[in-house]
């Protein structure tokens, strides 16, 4: 930890984790409701610290325009447009296909019907804070059943976070650029592997993954600053990420859904 080795750190705390839950009983309730308790704590630190990211990010981003001119700019824009093709192609092929193979549904038909959360995610950009509409949409409109409903989509709004995901890796390699640095297959795939169990971490709230990438980023070796530059667009990326995060989870569901009613029927 003192030395920022994260992927050590990764695996330690998974086996930590698991250790604790195969302890279980009192004590390991104790020590679970700890770390609760401690990652409850950090959320509530960052979310003062967003508080204060318009100006941080004002006096980062500041001399860096006065040094680079507007050059920067385009380079944030092609960052903003990744990350939302990247989540639009996820969203459409990938859970396209999900819902029409696996769901049995029309991904129109699921699109329309989640239209409203998609909206609430958007603009509130935390997973979290749609959780309850998005709830609402799959058992009202959608009509699945409540007991998937309750279990998949809390469960998902914690740690199924595709979009996070994406923006963290399409962020990597916007940071590698801007420093030129070229990465080998085994750097891609460190990348691949941080940034899938980063938006596994990250909190539902407004921000997560940009606490997740300073771990990627340290991961291949890449400088911190380059945060200085994409926190500077992160509520727009996250626009992006968080509409997909929780169109993720009610696929999942709608899928889960499906899958319990052939069980169901067959004998
Ligand atoms: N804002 C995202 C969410 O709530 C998390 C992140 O990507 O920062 O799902």
Not at 85 to 110: D, E, I, N
Not at 160 to 184: E, H, K, P, Q, R
Not at 211 to 235: C, F, H, K, N, Y
Request: neutral net charge; proline residues 4%.
């Amino acid at each position: 930890m003192a030395n920022g080795e994260i992927l050590p750190l990764i695996v330690f705390s998974l086996f930590l984790g698991m250790s604790i839950l195969k302890m279980g009983g009192e004590k390991g309730k104790l020590l679970a409701n700890f770390f609760a308790a401690c990652a409850e704590t950090s959320y509530t630190l960052i979310g003062i610290i967003m508080k204060f990211t318009p100006i941080g990010v004002f006096a980062l981003l500041f001399p860096i325009i006065v040094q680079s001119g507007v050059d920067i700019v385009l380079p944030l824009i092609s960052l903003i447009g990744s990350v939302a093709l990247g989540c639009l192609l996820h969203g459409l092929v990938t859970y396209g296909a999900l819902l029409k193979f696996l769901g049995k549904m029309s991904p129109l038909r699921f699109f329309r019907n989640i239209f409203e959360a998609m909206t609430v995610a958007f603009t509130t950009v935390s997973s979290a804070a749609t959780l309850p509409i998005n709830m609402k949409n799959c058992q009202d409109n959608l009509k699945l059943r409540p007991e998937i409903v309750s279990f998949v989509l809390p469960l998902g709004a914690n740690i199924n976070m595709d979009g996070t995901a994406i923006y963290i890796g399409v962020s990597t390699i916007f940071a590698a650029n801007l420093y030129g640095v070229d990465f080998s297959w085994g750097q891609m795939l460190i990348i691949v592997l941080t940034g899938t169990l980063g938006s596994i971490g990250a909190a539902g709230v407004p921000g997560a993954a940009v606490i997740m990438l300073a771990t990627v980023l340290q991961s291949v070796g890449l400088p911190l600053e380059a945060i200085a530059i994409i926190a500077g667009v992160d509520r727009f990326t996250d626009m992006f990420a968080t509409c997909l995060n929780i169109t993720g989870d009610a696929t999942v569901a709608a899928v889960i859904n499906e899958n319990e009613n052939r069980r169901e029927i067959m004998p």
